[in-house]
């Protein structure tokens, strides 16, 4: 890794010119509604109705391949999240087309959601820099356990504040695990950072690689992961409204990834405890340790092919099986996301019933025989609305768990869906307040 990295300035610069088409802020995800639905404990007392799915020839369809989707699935076995097999770094030479044709493979720059003007919620773009030791040492005092705010596989991440005050969050990677391989996803995290810049992924503000010392600084987000809002850690149920908002941003994050950038980058790890919350509940996607390259469509390229990096419960089983890595494997991690937010529950559930301990093969036979309200988190409200949109979800859940890649939606596609889902979420809601208000002047004006 070469000593110095280039100031953000001319990269962002360049990329503010590329990117004006593509929204990066709030113009892309607009703010949230002011009648999201109020949270509250579903109880056993409440009444539904049964989805009328058989109606819908899409579900009569979706039933015919849910069958071989439940067949062929099967929870990946001892698969490492950190594996010994090498990672290629990312190449920064490798840069295709500004201006790609359009294609079930090149959708880049297209009209739609993403043309409205690149704005900035930030109003100092900071830079791009290799911290000292030193400097790291000042801004978490020595590494103090009061400053710690997370623990994981590669090592701990601290809250600290720089000597320009902003607040960041700094995560310094395990000794003892300091061998080629983590090396190599080191610089992956920093690389890929460095080339990223939107709304909706963590900023990078510099790193440090001198001795046995790995730390990369980004910026600090606030309000845990969506893991532990899902688990309620801290007893609050995250409302179903704000659920939907985050899978927009999400998929908004992951669609640039994949299209708006000079070479699209796959994730590899899009999971519910690499997602970040503001304290808005925006939010932010994390963690670009496994990221690789995709493949140059404009050279023939179909998929790259690489060792099998991820998490147990989110793997696109294709890539288990192939070793071919495409986008479309951020795809199916995404429906795996999708599920999580419907059903409160994890990928894999040990202290369920058998039958129960895969989340999306459980969720989607429910789905497919016309009770998806049965897949609801017990803990959210429900309504009209919120039925719908559950129904809906796991609709373009199911398309983004199919058992080939070429059967599942793009990102850009499954966000445009879930646009789509909000806006007749939204409307429906408005429309159930509207009606209980005018019911509620009725009755008065009878008394």
């Given at each position: 890794?070469?000593?110095?990295?280039?100031?953000?300035n001319s990269l962002h610069a360049r990329r503010r010119r590329d990117l004006s088409s593509f929204s990066s802020a709030g113009s892309g995800t607009p703010d949230r509604p002011s009648y999201s639905p109020t949270n509250s404990t579903y109880t056993s007392s409440s009444s539904y109705s049964k989805s009328n799915s058989e109606k819908n020839?899409?579900?009569?369809?979706?039933?015919?391949?849910?069958?071989?989707?439940?067949?062929?699935?099967?929870?990946?076995?001892?698969?490492?999240?950190?594996?010994?097999?090498?990672?290629?770094?990312?190449?920064?030479?490798?840069?295709?087309?500004?201006?790609?044709?359009?294609?079930?493979?090149?959708?880049?720059?297209?009209?739609?959601?993403?043309?409205?003007?690149?704005?900035?919620?930030?109003?100092?773009?900071?830079?791009?820099?290799?911290?000292?030791?030193?400097?790291?040492?000042?801004?978490?005092?020595?590494?103090?356990?009061?400053?710690?705010?997370?623990?994981?596989?590669?090592?701990?991440?601290?809250?600290?504040?720089?000597?320009?005050?902003?607040?960041?969050?700094?995560?310094?990677?395990?000794?003892?695990?300091?061998?080629?391989?983590?090396?190599?996803?080191?610089?992956?995290?920093?690389?890929?950072?460095?080339?990223?810049?939107?709304?909706?992924?963590?900023?990078?503000?510099?790193?440090?690689?001198?001795?046995?010392e790995r730390i990369i600084v980004v910026e600090y987000v606030p309000n845990g992961t969506l893991r532990e809002h899902l688990d309620c850690v801290d007893g609050n149920i995250l409302g179903f409204a704000a659920r939907l908002d985050i899978a927009i941003d999400v998929a908004h994050a992951v669609t640039y990834l994949h299209m708006y950038?000079?070479?699209?980058?796959?994730?590899?790890?899009?999971?519910?405890?690499?997602?970040?919350?503001?304290?808005?509940?925006?939010?932010?996607?994390?963690?670009?340790?496994?990221?690789?390259?995709?493949?140059?469509?404009?050279?023939?390229?179909?998929?790259?092919?690489?060792?099998?990096?991820?998490?147990?419960?989110?793997?696109?089983?294709?890539?288990?099986?192939?070793?071919?890595?495409?986008?479309?494997?951020?795809?199916?991690?995404?429906?795996?996301?999708?599920?999580?937010?419907?059903?409160?529950?994890?990928?894999?559930?040990?202290?369920?019933?058998?039958?129960?301990?895969?989340?999306?093969?459980?969720?989607?036979?429910?789905?497919?025989?016309?009770?998806?309200?049965?897949?609801?988190?017990?803990?959210?409200?429900?309504?009209?609305?919120?039925?719908?949109?559950?129904?809906?979800?796991?609709?373009?859940?199911?398309?983004?768990?199919?058992?080939?890649?070429?059967?599942?939606?793009?990102?850009?596609?499954?966000?445009?869906?879930?646009?789509?889902?909000?806006?007749?979420?939204?409307?429906?809601?408005?429309?159930?307040?509207?009606?209980?208000?005018?019911?509620?002047?009725?009755?008065?004006?009878?008394?």
């Amino acid at each position: 890794m070469e000593t110095t990295m280039k100031s953000p300035n001319s990269l962002h610069a360049r990329r503010r010119r590329d990117l004006s088409s593509f929204s990066s802020a709030g113009s892309g995800t607009p703010d949230r509604p002011s009648y999201s639905p109020t949270n509250s404990t579903y109880t056993s007392s409440s009444s539904y109705s049964k989805s009328n799915s058989e109606k819908n020839p899409v579900k009569i369809a979706a039933r015919t391949f849910a069958g071989a989707f439940i067949a062929c699935f099967s929870p990946p076995e001892k698969v490492e999240t950190n594996s010994n097999n090498s990672l290629s770094s990312l190449s920064h030479s490798a840069d295709a087309p500004s201006d790609a044709s359009a294609g079930s493979g090149n959708e880049r720059r297209r009209s739609g959601i993403y043309t409205t003007s690149n704005k900035s919620t930030r109003t100092k773009e900071p830079e791009i820099v290799k911290f000292s030791v030193d400097e790291i040492y000042k801004a978490t005092k020595n590494f103090s356990p009061s400053l710690k705010i997370g623990q994981g596989g590669f090592g701990t991440v601290y809250k600290a504040r720089l000597q320009d005050g902003n607040l960041v969050a700094i995560k310094r990677a395990k000794k003892s695990v300091h061998d080629k391989n983590s090396g190599a996803e080191f610089r992956t995290e920093v690389r890929t950072l460095e080339k990223v810049e939107h709304l909706n992924l963590v900023k990078l503000y510099g790193y440090l690689e001198q001795g046995d010392e790995r730390i990369i600084v980004v910026e600090y987000v606030p309000n845990g992961t969506l893991r532990e809002h899902l688990d309620c850690v801290d007893g609050n149920i995250l409302g179903f409204a704000a659920r939907l908002d985050i899978a927009i941003d999400v998929a908004h994050a992951v669609t640039y990834l994949h299209m708006y950038i000079d070479h699209p980058i796959i994730h590899r790890d899009i999971k519910s405890s690499n997602i970040l919350l503001t304290e808005n509940l925006r939010a932010k996607v994390a963690d670009f340790g496994f990221a690789k390259l995709a493949a140059n469509t404009e050279a023939g390229e179909t998929h790259v092919s690489t060792q099998v990096k991820g998490t147990a419960g989110y793997l696109d089983p294709e890539y288990l099986q192939t070793y071919q890595l495409t986008e479309k494997s951020d795809v199916y991690s995404f429906g795996v996301l999708l599920v999580e937010l419907v059903t409160g529950r994890r990928p894999i559930e040990t202290k369920h019933e058998y039958k129960e301990r895969i989340t999306v093969r459980w969720a989607m036979k429910k789905f497919t025989e016309g009770d998806a309200i049965l897949t609801m988190d017990p803990r959210l409200e429900r309504s009209a609305a919120a039925n719908l949109a559950i129904e809906k979800i796991l609709e373009l859940a199911l398309q983004c768990l199919a058992p080939t890649r070429r059967s599942r939606p793009s990102m850009r596609k499954s966000a445009e869906l879930l646009w789509s889902i909000r806006k007749d979420y939204r409307e429906l809601l408005a429309s159930d307040h509207s009606s209980d208000s005018e019911s509620s002047n009725t009755t008065i004006r009878e008394e």
